[in-house]
């Protein structure tokens, strides 16, 4: 278990990082006088590079699929205590979080090690984009009627990864299935001996062209929409 609580410490470590540098240059003003949109994009971009950063070590850390055991429970556990004894804010996002990257990322990673060959990723990046942009841009999709309720109802939902925005305050900025695919990636790229780098530029790049079509028509995008087919 060793691995598993060196990866843990590791991805809290560098959350926790993220999360209290955007908090103080939030409540600082620093940036106040920076649009939003900036804001927002530097936020995004922050959050990326961490994810991928702490997704790689994941991979590289990761033995088996029993090893998965351990994420599991680590993420379901701390995500359910958190959402029964903290109340929806800033400490409640900082640990769902938490708990999301850590156990999640190190779950999926495990099972993206039992990829047997690299010609199964192409079938499962078109199923993901697929499932992706249907549960997004349909009215009955899940991810759909979860922004809504964010949105609209001005809920948290813990499917939905919340960063303070410096100027802005706390939004919803990533979607869980984005972080636990790029975990997935990131454990059978290790495993299959592909280029990490050619994950880090792909992944990178799709991510860039999401923003781009975010501010283009100023609504949720499917990330993996641009980011799967990418990588």
């Not at 691995?3 to 926790?16: E, G, H, L």
């Not at 939030?26 to 961490?50: E, K, N, V, W």
Request: aromatic share 12%; glycine share 12%; hydrophobic share 55%.
């Amino acid at each position: 278990m060793r691995p598993f609580w060196s990866f843990i410490i590791t991805a809290v470590s560098a959350w926790t990082m993220l999360f209290v540098s955007l908090w103080t240059l939030d409540q600082s003003g620093i940036l106040g006088h920076i649009p939003g949109r900036i804001a927002y994009c530097f936020t995004f971009f922050m959050l990326i590079i961490t994810i991928l950063l702490i997704s790689l070590q994941a991979g590289e850390l990761t033995y088996s699929l029993r090893s998965s055991i351990g994420g599991a429970v680590f993420g379901a556990l701390g995500i359910g205590l958190a959402l029964q004894i903290v109340s929806p804010g800033l400490l409640l996002a900082y640990l769902t979080g938490s708990f999301l990257i850590g156990g999640g990322v190190w779950l999926t990673a495990s099972l993206g090690r039992e990829v047997v060959s690299a010609t199964y990723l192409w079938p499962l990046t078109l199923v993901v984009v697929l499932m992706d942009t249907w549960s997004v841009l349909s009215p009955s999709g899940i991810t759909h009627q979860i922004i809504q309720e964010v949105q609209v109802a001005e809920r948290f939902n813990f499917m939905i990864l919340n960063l303070p925005i410096p100027g802005v305050g706390l939004e919803p900025i990533l979607g869980m299935g984005d972080v636990l695919y790029l975990g997935f990636m990131a454990g059978a790229v290790t495993h299959l001996g592909l280029s990490s780098q050619k994950y880090l530029t792909g992944a990178g790049i799709g991510f860039i062209l999401c923003l781009v079509a975010l501010m283009i028509w100023e609504q949720p995008l499917p990330a993996l929409t641009f980011v799967a087919p990418a990588i």
